[in-house]
């Protein structure tokens, strides 16, 4: 299929969609916000993909096609989404971020734009992005895990995704991390993204705000003093300005970050791993931290390969990207 597709990636906060073309490359792109209800959040992904395909062919009206043949329109489209996805059927199982229980999501999103539709893990389709285009190319064991609202996870060994006998594998945030630890949106308690995920960075800088003090200044000042405000992206400008509490928060959420990976290097040895979502947006303070960890607490130290930990070289369009390509292989 060489004609342009649409990668969806359906975060916990935000839809992030756009057109490639058949080298992974965007030709255009659109931000909405996630809702959070069933249908509002189906709504929202017909109207972004709507939306992209008026702009696309709105360029195309005009246009001389190239050596005398059709014009290329949109071939298909490719969701991502947040949960736990069968993506033979394309039905969201359950995600714990959104209201989809037991969605067919496929079924409904194409009965609606009359195109062809993948539907997919949103870390399953940020690991192919990267594995095609990215951090990953070439490598034969690779395990990508993606920071956002929560944590999510892929696997891909010899040029192919592992999924699982349900299609469900690769929910590598809800790994129980902490016994009788925070409680999750999953309906259990401690797991890892309660301790390493774009929420954790935005409600640890909170808290430090609220208890004040010279330390919390320069975050508090980044809200006007009004913690709910902060964000994910707040800490990470800070932190890179040279803010110690913010180099600091983000060194613990690296910390964590890197006993998890510790976790999955016991259980799948990969040949690296890749860490992408908004999160991994503070590069090497976050992820030095997690190498770190990652290297004190590998099960077999000192007798095997330390597994290295890459930046997602797409960074956060991995998810629209990797979508879009699997549009292609259906």
């Given amino acids: 299929m060489t004609a342009p597709t649409i990668g969806v990636d359906v975060g916990g906060t935000r839809i992030k969609a ?14 909405r916000p996630t809702e959070p209800l069933a249908a509002d959040a189906e709504d929202a992904i017909v109207a972004v993909v709507g939306d992209l395909i008026a702009r696309h062919r709105g360029r195309l009206e005009g ?9 290329q329109d949109i071939a298909a489209v490719g969701i991502g ?7 033979a059927r394309g039905v969201v199982v359950f995600a714990p971020h959104l209201s989809w229980r037991d969605e067919p999501l496929r079924e ?38 993606t920071l956002g609202t929560g944590i999510g996870g892929a696997h891909l060994v010899d040029g192919e995704l592992r999924r699982g006998q349900h299609g469900l594998a690769g929910e590598y945030g809800h790994l129980l991390l902490v016994p009788d630890g925070r409680a999750c949106e999953c309906g259990n308690t401690g797991c890892w993204e309660q301790y390493a995920s774009g929420t954790v960075m935005r409600r640890r800088a909170q808290e430090v705000v609220r208890r004040g ?3 919390a200044e320069r975050l508090r000042q980044a809200c006007d003093g009004q913690p709910e405000r902060l964000e994910g992206e707040d ?33 799948l040895d990969p040949g690296a791993f890749v860490v992408g979502g908004g999160a991994s947006e503070a590069g090497d303070l976050l992820l030095e931290p997690a190498r770190a960890a990652l290297a004190r607490q590998l099960a077999g ?27 292609r292989v259906g």
């Fill in 301 to 327: 130290r000192g007798h095997r390969p330390v597994p290295p930990v890459y930046a997602a070289h797409l960074g956060v369009d991995a998810g629209l990207v990797g979508a879009a390509q699997l549009a």
């Fill in 63 to 71: 246009a001389a096609a190239p050596n005398g043949g059709d014009i």
């Fill in 213 to 215: 003090g010279v330390y």
């Fill in 235 to 267: 800490v990470t400008r800070l932190a890179r300005a040279g803010d110690p509490a913010s180099v600091e928060l983000l060194a613990e959420v690296g910390r964590w970050l890197g006993l998890g990976l510790a976790n999955l290097a016991a259980a």
């Fill in 18 to 31: 756009g057109v490639l073309d058949a080298a992974g490359q965007i030709l255009d792109r659109l931000t």
């Fill in 81 to 87: 989404a947040a949960g736990f996805v069968d993506a």
């Fill in 108 to 145: 409904r999103i194409a009965s609606r734009l009359s195109l062809p539709v993948v539907v997919d893990n949103d870390a399953n389709a940020a690991c192919w992005a990267e594995h095609l285009h990215g951090a990953g190319r070439g490598a034969a064991h690779l395990v990508m895990v």
